[in-house]
Nanobody, 115 residues
């Protein structure tokens, strides 16, 4: 089992920045991909950014150039630096880890961007 705990959400004005953190614990060996998803009210959960163990990254088009994902394999942690936040970035952000074929999820952290 892998446990994921997010932190760093909050309320920020449009144009501001936030940094999300996610710490993995438990059976963290062989975690391949870690990433961030988000879900806004009335919408499906969507991928924001992902990073594999070798360092390759993938971003949703809507956040490219504004968000940066990074990973500290020694600490089993993944981070999401969010700059130039927009109202439409408002959502619950979930940390995700993939170990073999199983997905693990954090409890989510609310990000609210005021316009």
């Amino acid at each position: 089992q892998v446990q994921l705990v997010e932190s760093g959400g909050g309320l920020v004005q449009a144009g501001g920045s936030l940094r999300l953190s996610c710490a993995a614990s438990g059976s963290t060996n062989s975690i391949n991909t870690m990433g961030w998803y988000r879900q806004a009210p009335g919408k499906q959960r969507e991928l924001v950014a992902a990073i594999i163990s070798g360092g390759s990254t993938n971003y949703a088009d809507s956040v490219k150039g504004r968000f940066t994902i990074s990973r500290d394999n020694a600490k089993n942690a993944v981070y999401l630096q969010m700059n130039s936040l927009k109202f439409e970035d408002t959502a619950v952000y979930y940390c995700n880890a993939v170990k073999y074929i199983r997905n693990y999820w954090g409890q989510g952290t609310q990000v609210t961007v005021s316009s």
